[in-house]
């Protein structure tokens, strides 16, 4: 297991260096100049050619990468014309609109996104995982049809949509909760739930749908293996059979696809943030496309692709505590 556990460390580590050259490559390697994207329209040459030097342009792409990577590492000094503003590590540049650090927006905005993801996973993961397997028990039945009808339409309608229609009919209509407003955990706990409720009812309904057929295609999958045979044609007991066998062999795949959809949230939620105003890493992903403040996508981009990276290593090595197997292939 230690052998295992340090190949997917290292195999971690090197796609993240992958991943850092492609994301420099992308966003600043294209046509275009970003002294003057950070200077502005209204700048002239020497303003121009003053901003490209402050921001390391002038050397080389393999120099101005490794610059980049030692930001990253150990923190970095930038030249703000009257003195040197030192950027802490991990330093992912400064952002064209306001001069802020990177990291700092991030850290700024990742709290709401993060409280966004792990409720809706929560809700995704009772949802999807009971309809799932409710619909593989109850197989040939009404209630097998009447659970598959309904993750088709969970899987056929888009987020907005589904947001939409929660708002107005909870807010609206009903008038059971107010328009949502987004309030921080530290300032009111109640509040924040309360506003964040219909976000993760939002995402975990939309999300829920792919994890209802998994879990009912790996149960029925496992339900017919030789093992689950034996096992009943010893009369062991049905809810045994289920819990105890059925489920080892289910969950994997759905702890696997889980890790993988929570490390793709930590990029933003964009519709869901943007449906109801919550402001995190997607609102700001949005915002800063429009801006072309490439510092800022590119800090958001690369935090979305280590937490997929994380989130992948976890799933495996969780997957690999489940089913004693993977170790041993």
Known sequence: ???????????????????????????????????RLACGDRCN?????????????????????????????????????????????????????????VTRIILERLPATASLALGAMVIWLVIGVGTGLLSALRRGGLTERTLTVLTLAGTGTPVFILGLLLLMAVCAYLQWLPFPTYV???????QWAWNMLLPWLTLGFFESAKYARMTRSSTLETLAEDHIRTFRAYG?????????????????????L???????????????????????????????????????????????GVAVVVANVVADLLYAAADRRVVLS
Do not use: W
């Open 1 to 35: 297991m230690t052998r295992y556990i340090l190949k997917r460390l290292a195999g971690a580590v090197l796609v993240l260096l992958a991943l850092s050259v492609l994301v420099y490559g992308l966003f600043y390697l294209l046509p275009g100049d970003p002294a």
């Open 45 to 101: 040459p020497q303003q121009i050619a003053q901003v490209r030097e402050q921001l390391g342009l002038n050397d080389g792409v393999l120099v101005q990468y490794l610059h980049f990577l030692q930001g990253v590492v150990a923190g970095r000094d930038y030249s703000s014309g009257t003195g040197v503003l030192h950027c802490d590590a991990p330093c992912l540049g400064l952002s064209y609109q306001n001069d802020q650090q």
């Open 184 to 190: 921080p955990l530290g300032e009111d706990p109640e």
């Open 236 to 256: 062991v007991g049905e809810r045994a059979v289920v819990t105890r066998h059925a489920l080892r062999g289910a969950v994997p795949p759905v702890i696997a």
């Open 258 to 304: 889980s890790a993988l959809d929570l490390g793709s949230m930590f990029g933003g939620a964009v519709l869901t943030e943007s449906l109801f105003g919550i402001p995190g890493l997607g609102k700001t992903l949005i915002d800063s496309v429009r801006h072309i403040d490439l510092p800022v996508v590119v800090g958001i981009v690369l935090l979305t």
